[in-house]
């Protein structure tokens, strides 16, 4: 049954909610070392430009 835009399909989309992350992480990172949480990248420069 065509709708009047045109349209003759139906989305059905399936959501799950999961909470925030908590917690705490104690770790270093030397000098050009990275860290990879959730897929974004954190990382202690080599120098700071003042």
């Given at each position: 049954?065509?709708?009047?835009?045109?349209?003759?399909?139906?989305?059905?989309?399936?959501?799950?909610?999961?909470?925030?992350?908590?917690?705490?992480?104690?770790?270093?990172?030397?000098?050009?070392?990275?860290?990879?949480?959730?897929g974004?990248?954190?990382?202690?420069?080599?120098?700071?430009?003042?």
């Amino acid at each position: 049954m065509d709708q009047t835009n045109g349209c003759d399909s139906i989305v059905q989309v399936d959501l799950t909610v999961i909470p925030d992350a908590n917690g705490q992480l104690d770790t270093t990172l030397c000098e050009n070392d990275t860290l990879r949480l959730f897929g974004e990248d954190f990382f202690k420069p080599s120098h700071l430009d003042p």
